[in-house]
């Protein structure tokens, strides 16, 4: 067994078709596929939550925020197409698309009326105002 252990770090096939033809398994252009999730960061002050999502290459056409009471939802369309001229010829083509989404609970409602989002160089920025707890009313005792 430990014989294989060379092969078993680097991958089976990798280490037996480097050889073959090197030029075959080429690395995909773009790198990483689409994320698995959203990151996210929530800050918390007095009177708001302030949350940076990580979005890289959605379009901020493609992101849908949706806040119902204290659970907020960001969900996202992905796409990347590579471009080409008309003097170019096309040996290669990688794009990618697809869905990404991420739901969360804040520990207080929201004001979704009043709440302000906004993406930027591929973090979406949302500020997230607490709404204010209704003071009961004193009742008249008759």
Same mark, same amino acid.
């Given at each position: 067994?430990?014989?294989?252990? %060379?092969?078993?770090?680097?991958?089976?096939?990798?280490?037996?078709?480097?050889? &073959?033809?090197?030029?075959?398994?080429?690395? %995909?252009?773009?790198g990483d596929p689409?994320?698995?999730?959203?990151?996210?960061?929530?800050?918390?002050?007095?009177?708001?939550? &302030? &949350?940076? =999502?990580?979005?890289?290459?959605?379009?901020?056409?493609?992101?849908?925020?949706?806040?119902?009471?204290?659970?907020?939802?960001?969900? =996202?369309?992905?796409?990347?197409?590579?471009?080409?001229?008309?003097?170019?010829?096309?040996?290669?083509?990688?794009?990618?698309?697809?869905?990404?989404?991420?739901?969360?609970?804040?520990?207080?409602?929201?004001d979704e009326t009043?709440?302000? =989002?906004?993406?930027?160089?591929? &973090?979406?920025?949302?500020?997230?105002?607490?709404?204010?707890?209704?003071?009961?009313?004193?009742?008249?005792?008759?």
């Amino acid at each position: 067994m430990s014989s294989l252990s %060379p092969f078993v770090s680097r991958g089976l096939f990798d280490e037996l078709f480097r050889d &073959v033809n090197p030029g075959y398994f080429i690395k %995909p252009l773009h790198g990483d596929p689409l994320p698995a999730q959203i990151k996210v960061d929530v800050k918390e002050n007095p009177n708001e939550y &302030v &949350v940076e =999502a990580e979005i890289p290459g959605a379009g901020k056409d493609n992101i849908q925020v949706n806040i119902d009471g204290n659970v907020v939802s960001i969900r =996202a369309e992905i796409s990347q197409v590579d471009s080409q001229t008309k003097d170019d010829k096309l040996l290669r083509s990688e794009r990618y698309y697809g869905e990404v989404s991420r739901s969360f609970q804040l520990p207080t409602d929201i004001d979704e009326t009043t709440s302000k =989002a906004r993406y930027d160089n591929g &973090v979406l920025t949302l500020t997230l105002l607490k709404k204010q707890k209704q003071g009961g009313q004193r009742m008249l005792i008759e």
